[in-house]
């Protein structure tokens, strides 16, 4: 790339994703110690009052990658295809963290179909319901229904934090 290209691509207006994606980088950095509090304030204001590409480069020049900027060098990869924006995609949880620059984390979901809940489910509430109770019945789904919930929000989670760790 000639020095002509690169004040070109400095010169560059960036958008919301490209101001986020150096906020995430800043706040990685100062968890590594790289920053103190105060160099990350500054930097994190001018990181989201940044109308070009080169001001953004200049707050992470002297930071080791990854610094939240596109090599300018590389192609972008094509846009993955996801949901219109403001609506939720139900039943997927790899897209329910906000924003597009975040789609990235829905390629790690599970295929195949799902598992039979409801008619486990079903089934624990029936035979509880001839044997106990309703009651006991209805709160013992309730119980086994939140514990699902809760291992599978630990999994998601524990996903999501492996893939943004290993994107950076």
């Known amino acids: 790339m000639t020095r002509t290209d690169e004040l070109r691509t ?3 207006r960036i ?3 490209e101001r986020d994606a150096v906020v995430v980088a800043l706040h990685d950095h100062f968890a590594a ?5 105060a160099e990350l304030d500054e930097r994190m204001d001018a ?3 940044a109308k070009t590409r080169g001001e953004l480069g200049a707050l992470v020049r002297d930071l ?4 939240g900027l596109p090599d300018a060098a590389k192609p972008r990869p094509a846009p993955v295809p996801g949901p219109v924006p403001g609506q939720v995609p139900w039943g997927h949880p ?3 963290y906000a924003g597009p620059h975040r789609m990235r984390h829905h390629r790690h979901h599970r295929h195949g179909p799902p598992p039979p809940a409801f008619p486990l489910l079903l089934g624990v509430f029936l035979v509880l319901t001839f ?7 209805f709160l013992a789904v309730l119980g086994i229904a939140t514990l699902v919930w809760l291992v599978r929000a630990v999994r998601v989670g524990a996903a999501v ?3 943004h760790r290993a994107d950076g």
């Open 15 to 17: 958008g919301d994703a």
């Open 10 to 12: 400095d010169e560059l």
């Open 64 to 67: 080791p990658p990854p610094h």
């Open 33 to 37: 110690g790289r920053l103190d509090r």
């Open 131 to 137: 044997t106990v109770g309703a009651g006991t019945g």
């Open 47 to 49: 990181a989201l009052a």
């Open 161 to 163: 934090r492996h893939a």
């Open 94 to 96: 790899g897209m329910m």
